[in-house]
């Protein structure tokens, strides 16, 4: 059985860092594709970055140079460095998998692709 659990989240001030974890069990970590998501109040789930099972990444514009998205196949955790953060990253972020092979680009932030989520873990940016 798949399991996502997230941990790192928190209050910062505006111009902050978190780090944000995911432990992935149940399944052979190095072959599936991981993302990080996140919905604010009100608003739809959004993809904020992805790592497919050969390394490449993807990010939202909207965090471009200031989120990093890294994992350790070894400890099966998925990270998320969170750097500038500003009030409007203020959400609950996910951690998600998709098992079954590569993942077209344009669809690693598409919540649709992935078919594991993680609980979710609350991000409050003060300004």
């Known amino acids: 059985q798949v399991q996502l659990v997230e941990s790192g989240g928190g209050s910062v001030q505006s111009g902050g860092s978190l780090r944000l974890s995911c432990a992935a069990s149940?399944?052979?970590?190095?072959?599936?594709?991981m993302g990080w998501f996140r919905q604010a109040p009100g608003k739809e789930r959004e993809g904020v970055a992805s790592?497919?099972?050969?390394?490449?990444?993807v990010y939202a514009d909207s965090v471009k140079g200031r989120f990093t998205i890294s994992q350790d196949n070894a400890k099966n955790t998925l990270y998320l460095q969170m750097n500038s953060l500003k009030p409007e990253d203020t959400a609950m972020y996910y951690c998600?998998?998709?098992?079954?092979?590569?993942?077209?680009?344009?669809?690693?932030?598409?919540?649709?692709?992935?078919?594991?989520w993680g609980q979710g873990i609350q991000v409050t940016v003060s300004s």
């Open positions: 998600a998998a998709v098992d079954g092979g590569p993942v077209p680009l344009s669809q690693l932030l598409a919540a649709g692709t992935y078919n594991y």
């Open positions: 149940g399944y052979t970590y190095s072959s599936y594709c």
């Open positions: 790592i497919d099972s050969d390394g490449s990444t």
